[in-house]
Structure formats: structure tokens, C-alpha cells
């Protein structure tokens, strides 16, 4: 079993920069693809970030990409999204996923571990 813990949420104006942490017990996750996804309300959770588990494989969604960079930290099973340029529509509970041994797929279904949620709230 793996337990992931996302932090690193809260309210900030248009422009502004975050740093999202996913925090991981249980197992390391030096085998695991981690993403990021993220759900607005009334709205499907949809696909943000990926990496794979050696960190070699970099994915993001176009509405991102350019803005937002996903790392890892395989020492202290910790995956980050590094958020800049924030807009008003990336307002969303964020959450942090693991799969075992994966390729950086969009397809939230192939995930088997998924952290609380932390909101990112952005006010124009």
C-alpha cells in the first residue's frame, strides 16, 4: 500500500506561483509513474501532469504546458508541481496519483493510488 499526502494549495491572484507536494508512506516511489490531476467544480477530474519513475518521461495537458513543471524526488518519495502564470480557470482541487511501474498515461483509470486533494483557488 502506498499513502500519498498533497500540500502546498491555497488562494492567490492571476500571475501568481505555487508549489504543490505529494508526500508518499507505505512504499518508495522510486517505481512508480506519478501524476497530477486536477478537478474543478461541476467539472471531470482531468489529466495535469505526469512523470514516469525514472523521471525521464515528462507529460503535460496543453492547458498547461509551459506554465507547470512536475519533479520528483525519489530519495524522499516526493513528487512536486511547480506552478507559474497562474490563471483564474486552473482553480481546481489537485491530486496526486502513483502507478505502479507506468508510463506517464493521461488515463486517471491506470492509477492505483491517489492522494486527498489539496485546492488551488485563483482569483483574477
Known amino acids: 500500500q502506498v499513502q500519498l499526502v498533497g500540500s502546498g494549495g491555497g488562494l492567490v491572484q492571476a500571475g501568481d506561483s505555487l ?24 467539472k471531470e477530474r482531468e489529466f495535469v501532469a505526469a512523470i514516469t519513475w525514472s523521471g525521464a ?5 496543453d492547458s498547461v504546458k509551459g506554465r507547470f513543471t512536475i519533479s520528483r524526488d525519489n530519495a524522499k518519495s516526493a513528487v512536486y508541481l511547480q506552478l507559474n502564470s497562474l490563471k483564474p480557470e486552473d482553480t481546481a482541487v489537485y491530486y496526486c496519483a502513483a502507478d505502479y511501474y507506468g508510463d506517464g498515461t493521461r488515463n ?4 492505483d493510488y491517489w492522494g486527498q486533494g489539496t485546492q488551488v483557488t485563483v482569483s483574477s
Open 108 to 111: 486517471l483509470d491506470r492509477y
Open 57 to 61: 518521461g515528462l507529460f503535460y495537458a
Open 19 to 42: 508549489r504543490l507536494s505529494c508526500a508518499a508512506s507505505g512504499r518508495t516511489l522510486s517505481s512508480y509513474a506519478m501524476a497530477w490531476f486536477r478537478q474543478a467544480p461541476g
